[in-house]
């Protein structure tokens, strides 16, 4: 029989372990947005140093883009399957 299991609590510390959850998600929501921010901007600073000349190989740019395209795509889908879970959790019965 397992005793603990990281994360979780008795009943009685319900309070505790479900605030300690709730930030771990929070945080880990919250730096993958940075990230997905931080690669947008890396893009768009690639896209303005190119236009201005500062950047003379298109490849780059192109890549930096496709980097940003596809962490937007893949945080729109996370953002949609949180949602569709929520909707689920929500029209369960009890």
């Known amino acids: ?20 959850n709730e930030n771990n998600f929070s945080e880990a929501l ?3 947005l940075e990230k997905v ?6 893009a768009e ?3 303005d140093d190119f236009a201005q000349g500062r950047i003379s190989n298109i490849h780059e740019v192109i890549i ?7 962490a937007l795509r893949l945080t729109v889908e996370v953002r949609n399957r949180i949602v569709e879970a929520y909707r689920d959790i929500m029209r369960m019965q009890i």
């Not at 029989?1 to 300690?20: A, H, W, Y």
């Not at 921010?37 to 890396?42: C, F, H, S, Y």
């Not at 930096?64 to 596809?70: D, L, N, P, T, Y």
């Open 37 to 42: 921010n931080d690669i947008q901007k890396k």
């Open 45 to 47: 600073k690639a896209a």
């Open 30 to 32: 919250k730096e993958a």
């Open 64 to 70: 930096e883009a496709e980097k940003a395209s596809i």
């Open 1 to 20: 029989m397992v005793d603990r299991i990281e994360g979780l609590g008795p009943l009685s510390q319900s309070g505790k372990t479900q605030k300690k």
